[in-house]
């Protein structure tokens, strides 16, 4: 008895050319070519909004598979963007560099190890403010009622 689940076989590869195999509801693409793909399509429809015209679904949904390959073919994870902030590798209170032993703290600074507690680079974070109300809201009051039985 045959079902009709739709597969005929071995899955086809990702239109991209990435080697991966690709799926029919995703335009034949791999998820991280389709991915790529999505991210493209939002940046060129943001792009046209700004101009002043008017996106067109339609139209965005006609891409042929030739043209989204021809733009996936360079990978864009590997470009830098403004967006990425690079991490500090130097303590806050003497300069001291941390490598990957840096202690983060709630204040945002990130600290050597001498300097990681908080009473010992002058942390402005308010902890017993914060814990009375982090407190507060986890246990509300529970009062019972005083008069057992009640008519």
Known sequence: METSTGFDGEPPFCAAGCGFYGVREHRGLC????A???R??????????AKGRPSNSASGAAVSLDDSAAALGEPTRDTPT????KKKNRCAACDKRVGLLGFECCCGNVFCGAHRY??????????????????????????????EFRI
Not at 31 to 34: A, L, P
Not at 120 to 147: I, Q, W, Y
């Open 118 to 147: 908080p009473e010992e680079h002058g942390c402005d974070v308010d902890f017993r403010t914060a814990a009375r109300r982090r407190l507060s809201e986890e246990n509300p009051l529970c009062k019972a009622d005083k008069m």
């Open 40 to 49: 493209d399509q939002a940046a060129k429809s943001a792009a046209e909004a």
């Open 36 to 38: 790529a793909f999505l």
């Open 31 to 34: 998820s991280k070519c389709y």
């Open 82 to 85: 403004p967006t990425m902030i």
